[in-house]
């Protein structure tokens, strides 16, 4: 099979293979879009001396609000010595409640309050802001095909927990 590209009928071309150079090429552009896409929320959450792991928390609280702990411990794929002291600090600074499971009183259910609905729309208006220019510059075919990349890149639990978000079942 020759290293041949074929143009495609929206003008990008069509590659039977990637060659290692085109992979390290995609890897190394992950690396700085990852760069540019923490940068804005990074420079917010210093304000707070927060890090990453308190705005993935804030995240994910805010899209499943009365998560348990041990649900975001999975989705987060942290330790739960790493989680109680991104939750410990987040509660104390009056961001996030944890209340009592009704079922199961040993559950902890979090709950983002107003101080932390705040700052997470703080930090995902700045990561939207980005996408969406980044979105409208690469047009709806580079969006759909970026998601299937994204998604293929997953591991099997990890795709089925990100349909499971998406779909409201955290």
Do not use: C, W
């Amino acid at each position: 099979m020759a290293d041949q590209d074929h143009a495609s009928p929206a003008g990008g071309e069509t590659l039977l293979f990637l060659t290692d150079e085109q992979l390290r090429q995609g890897i190394e552009a992950m690396f700085f879009a990852y760069r540019g896409f923490t940068a804005d929320p990074d420079m917010i959450l210093a304000d707070y001396d927060y890090g990453r792991a308190h705005h993935r928390a804030l995240h994910f609280i805010n899209g499943a609000p009365g998560t348990n702990v041990n649900n975001l411990l999975a989705i987060l794929g942290v330790t739960k010595q790493s989680l109680n002291r991104v939750l410990r600090t987040l509660i104390g600074d009056g961001l996030v409640e944890s209340r009592v499971g009704r079922s199961d009183k040993r559950e902890r259910h979090l709950y983002l309050t107003e101080k932390g609905a705040a700052l997470e729309r703080a930090l995902s208006d700045a990561q939207r802001a980005r996408m969406r220019k980044a979105y409208r510059d690469a047009g709806p075919e580079a969006v759909a095909g970026f998601k299937r990349v994204l998604e293929a890149m997953m591991d099997p639990e990890m795709r089925r927990r990100y349909h499971a978000l998406r779909e409201g079942r955290g």
